[in-house]
């Protein structure tokens, strides 16, 4: 039985409040380091999809997805919004997939979420497996001090049938990063509000450590770019690394 995501009580309220935020800050960091990239009609893998939110981009710009996510929740309003995408239940730690993709993309520091620094290569090792030779990885990691420059004070939002309350803390010690996200919502039809409450941990990594997993699973051609540099705002970009790296070999259809 898979264990449950701490995103699946907090699903709907992932997918509403956070919609609109990643994709347009980072879309020209996007734009030069992968979508330049990779022709329309190429295979890419989504790792840790989520609820859909570059994967509706990537889909748009014609290319053949397949979303791979440990969320059940998150899962299942990824696909009610695009059901001609093939999603996938699975922890990225463990991918088994039965085809090689020309492209695989993860976005929103997703791997941060992995608490380990062997769980982290066996993420990289398995999407090396899934690539086709000279296929391309890009994805983004938060520093240190991504984590430290949280306020440690709650934030929340406020609507007519939800509001949302989150907070982040980080240990020094550990490295572990902390998101409480407590969510009210108003049930249909009456005055009667559900109470839901998770707790998200990231791990967050050196950026040489991040290069060396890279380089030992066998990826080449391996770059690390400060978001701020790649044109994202520093409310987002701040502490954010943008890793690519490629299997070897090439295409032959290069």
Not at 138 to 145: G, I, Q, R, T
Not at 193 to 220: D, M, N, P
Request: aromatic letters at 10%; glycine letters at 8%.
């Amino acid at each position: 039985m898979p264990k449950p995501s701490p995103y699946d009580p907090i699903a709907g309220l992932y997918h509403d409040l956070w919609a609109d935020w990643y994709l347009p800050a980072t879309r020209r960091a996007l734009e030069t380091l992968f979508f330049s990239q990779i022709p329309t009609g190429a295979s890419v893998l989504d790792v840790c999809c989520g609820s859909g939110h570059v994967t509706r981009e990537l889909v748009r710009r014609g290319y053949h997805v397949t979303g791979v996510d440990a969320s059940t929740e998150l899962l299942a309003r990824a696909r009610a919004e695009l059901p001609a995408v093939d999603f996938r239940m699975m922890d990225a730690r463990h991918l088994i997939l039965n085809r090689e993709y020309d492209a695989a993309l993860s976005t929103f520091d997703s791997l941060n979420h992995v608490l380990s620094l062997i769980g982290l290569r066996q993420v990289f090792a398995g999407v090396l497996k899934a690539l086709k030779p000279g296929g391309l990885f890009v994805f983004d990691m938060n520093l240190e001090e991504a984590y430290l420059a949280d306020l440690k004070q709650w934030s929340v939002t406020a609507r007519d049938e939800d509001v949302s309350l989150v907070r982040g803390t980080y240990d020094t010690a550990t490295k572990i990063a902390s998101t409480e996200l407590i969510w009210f919502k108003r049930q249909a039809g009456s005055d009667l509000w559900e109470r839901h409450r998770s707790l998200v941990e990231e791990r967050c990594y050196k950026q040489q450590e991040v290069v060396q997993a890279l380089a030992e699973t066998g990826f080449v051609s391996i770059e690390a770019a400060a978001a701020t540099d790649c044109g994202v705002a520093a409310d987002l970009g701040y502490g954010r690394i943008f890793y690519s790296g490629r299997r070897l070999g090439v295409r032959e259809d290069a």
